[in-house]
């Protein structure tokens, strides 16, 4: 009864936005759009989109619960009959459609972003064009790609019984940081806000000297073992106050790092245009932007010094795209975010491949070892720290789906 509920009030909510052009008996038809979760180191959304053409488009969305419920009870409806050719169209009207219902941010418009990508995997694939040609075309071959280093909980599953806290220690950052780079990253990351084995209000996001030197002490080590070999750049996730976030900032300042990412919470772009003004490190933010409505503060208020749009999450290719046009008006650039599977991956580098100010491509799967299994084809799709963007039609590659079907978890 819901489903036949939500069904009929998504018809209702996309008749009024509906502008559908004159269709011929060639214009091609959506018959039908669904998800696959694969169960990676994070949920992965695979959407897809089905056409009369016999082509599937490929999508993916930002991990988030509900994301199928909101696809197939909402935006189904709405879609199917649609000409996938109209991507634009129809990513105004699945705004439209969910009007309301967080088709300006949160879980709707991930919904959308994931049939989004879809869309431009389909359009690409009837027109025999890669995505990034119907986006103007190409202005690099490939796309650099920095690597997620983490210690921490991500080595404890390697680490001996009782050995546990060590991994939270600057020497295991520096050895997770290494082995990075000999696989071949000229840029990596990792997360700075980790415990230090005291005990500690992390509630209040103040945090005192001897946490504040637990923090130094792991951007030193890692940066004496890496040297001049890679950029390393460190995350903060949101877990600092202005006034932390200032001493943390000045303590690493002397190690020259690429960025230091999401010092504070993502709602105040005031606060972290006032930090930046305030210290002389390299900021990034932006994965917990909508849209690029949700851009435009931090770009027009010159309020970091990079912007990490989320394609699956932001919008889409397109929206992230626009992102990208308005910055470079200020002369900002993008390093997104990035911590899905290969489909998502490939959707960002087709954005990175057609607009200027793009630096790098983050990989968050290195202790995933079928992550590239679930492509066909048989060279990697990250060699040496690059990603080769795909010459053929639509996103360029195509699923392993007996892969994908191994590793489903819904």
């Not at 990175?352 to 299994?373: C, I, K, M, Q, S």
Request: glycine share 8%; net charge negative; aromatic share 8%.
């Amino acid at each position: 009864m819901y489903e036949d509920f939500a069904s009929d009030l998504a018809v209702t909510m996309w008749a009024e936005f509906d502008q559908t052009p004159t269709r011929n008996e060639s214009t091609p038809e959506i018959t039908d759009l669904n998800t696959i979760v694969v169960d990676g180191n994070f949920p992965w959304t695979i959407v897809t989109v089905e056409t009369d053409e016999g082509v599937t488009g490929i999508g993916e969305a930002y991990p988030s619960p509900g994301v199928h419920e909101v696809i197939t009870d909402y935006l189904r409806p709405v879609l199917v009959g649609e000409n996938p050719l109209d991507v634009e169209r129809l990513y105004y009207l699945m705004r439209g459609s969910l009007s309301g219902r967080g088709s300006q941010w949160g879980i709707g418009t991930i919904a959308i972003s994931g049939v989004e990508i879809a869309l431009w995997d389909a359009v690409g694939k009837i027109l025999e064009q890669p995505v990034y040609q119907l986006l103007g075309g190409k202005m690099r071959e490939e796309v650099q790609v920095y690597a997620d280093c983490h210690a921490g909980e991500a080595m404890v599953s390697s680490a001996q019984e009782g050995q546990e806290a060590e991994t939270y220690q600057p020497e295991a950052y520096a050895e997770a940081a290494r082995m990075a780079v000999d696989d071949g990253f000229d840029m990596i990351k990792f997360d700075l806000d980790v415990p230090s084995g005291r005990d500690v209000n992390t509630l209040s996001r103040h945090f005192d000297g001897v946490e504040i030197e637990h923090k130094r002490s792991i951007v030193e080590a890692v940066t004496d073992e890496i040297g001049g070999d890679a950029e390393v750049a460190v995350d903060l996730h949101w877990n600092f106050s202005p006034e932390t976030a200032e001493r943390l900032c000045r303590a690493i300042e002397p190690y020259d790092l690429a960025w230091i990412e999401d010092p504070l919470p993502p709602e105040n772009t005031d606060a972290m245009r006032e930090l930046k003004r305030r210290v002389d490190v390299p900021l990034l933010t932006g994965e917990n932007r909508y849209g690029r409505h949700g851009f435009r503060d931090l770009i027009e208020g010159q309020g970091v010094d990079f912007l990490a749009p989320d394609v699956p999450k932001v919008g889409g290719i397109a929206e992230t795209k626009k992102i990208a046009d308005m910055a470079e008006t200020y002369y900002q650039a993008l390093i997104p975010h990035n911590i899905g599977s290969p489909v998502a991956t490939v959707a960002t580098a087709h954005v990175g491949a057609t607009v200027p100010n793009f630096v790098a491509l983050e990989y968050h799967a290195r202790e995933v070892p079928w992550w590239e299994d679930l492509v066909a084809r048989d060279e990697p799709l990250i060699r040496n720290g690059r990603l080769e963007v795909p010459d053929a039609p639509g996103l360029g590659i195509e699923l392993d789906w007996d892969v994908v079907e191994e590793h489903r978890k819904t």
